[in-house]
C-alpha cells in the first residue's frame, strides 16, 4: 500500500469533473453547427477527451493501490471511477466515429451526406461526459467530506491498519515457513556409520 496525498487527489477529481463540463458544451456546439469540417472541427475535442481518458485511468491505478482502496466504501468508489473512466474512453472513441460519419462520404457511394449520424454520436459524447461528470463530482465531494470529519478520519485510519494488519499476516506466516525450510535444509543429517558405531559402543 502507498500513502498519498487525498487531498491532491480530492482536487483532481474535482478538476476532471470541470474539464468533462467544459468539454461537454464544447461537443454540443460542434453538434449544433453544419459539421462541414470534421476533422478541423471534431480532431481537438477528441484528442482532449483522449487525454483525459488517459489521466482518469492513470489516477484511478494510483487510488487502487493506496489507503483509498482501504477506506470507507473504498472498492465501490474505486468500482465507481472504473467505470467512469470507461465513459471518457468510450466518449473519446465516440467523437473518432463522428468523424468519420462525416467523411465515409468519400468512400461508400451509399453514406450519409448530411450531419445526422455525427449528431447522435455526439449527442451520445455528451450523455456520457455528463454522466462522468456528475460522478467524478460526487466522488470529490464524498472524500473531501471525509478529509474534514475528524470522526471519518478515525474510521478510515482503523480500516487502513486493519489492512496493513491482514497484509501482514500472511507475509509473517510465509516468512515462518520459509525459515522452517531452511532449518531443515540446514540441519546436519545423522551419518550411519556413526549410528552403527554407537549401537555396538558397552
Not at 502507498?2 to 468539454?23: N, P
Not at 468519420?100 to 461508400?108: A, M, S
Not at 461526459?129 to 485510519?157: F, G, I, N, P, V
Amino acid at each position: 500500500m502507498q500513502f498519498i496525498d487525498l487531498a491532491a487527489q480530492t482536487r483532481l477529481l474535482g478538476q476532471t469533473a470541470h474539464t468533462l463540463e467544459t468539454l461537454r458544451t464544447d461537443v454540443e456546439q460542434v453538434r449544433a453547427g453544419e459539421i462541414s469540417k470534421p476533422v478541423r472541427d471534431l480532431a481537438p475535442l477528441t484528442i482532449r477527451t483522449q487525454q483525459l481518458a488517459t489521466r482518469c485511468t492513470q489516477q484511478l491505478s494510483v487510488l487502487s493501490t493506496s489507503q483509498y482502496a482501504a477506506m470507507k466504501n473504498g472498492h465501490e468508489n474505486l468500482a465507481s471511477l472504473a467505470e467512469m473512466s470507461a465513459q471518457v474512453s468510450i466518449a473519446a472513441t465516440m467523437c473518432t466515429l463522428a468523424i468519420h460519419n462525416r467523411t465515409e462520404v468519400l468512400l461508400y457511394e451509399d453514406a450519409d451526406e448530411t450531419p445526422e449520424a455525427s449528431r447522435r454520436a455526439l449527442g451520445e459524447v455528451t450523455d456520457r461526459m455528463e454522466l462522468a461528470a456528475k460522478a467524478y463530482r460526487r466522488l470529490a465531494q464524498s472524500l473531501s467530506r471525509r478529509l474534514a470529519s475528524t470522526a471519518a478520519q478515525r474510521e478510515d485510519q482503523r480500516l487502513i491498519d486493519q489492512a496493513l494488519d491482514d497484509r501482514a499476516a500472511p507475509a509473517a506466516g510465509e516468512l515462518a515457513q520459509e525459515a522452517h525450510r531452511l532449518g531443515q535444509a540446514t540441519k546436519p543429517a545423522s551419518h550411519p556409520a556413526l549410528i552403527s558405531s554407537r549401537t555396538h559402543v558397552r
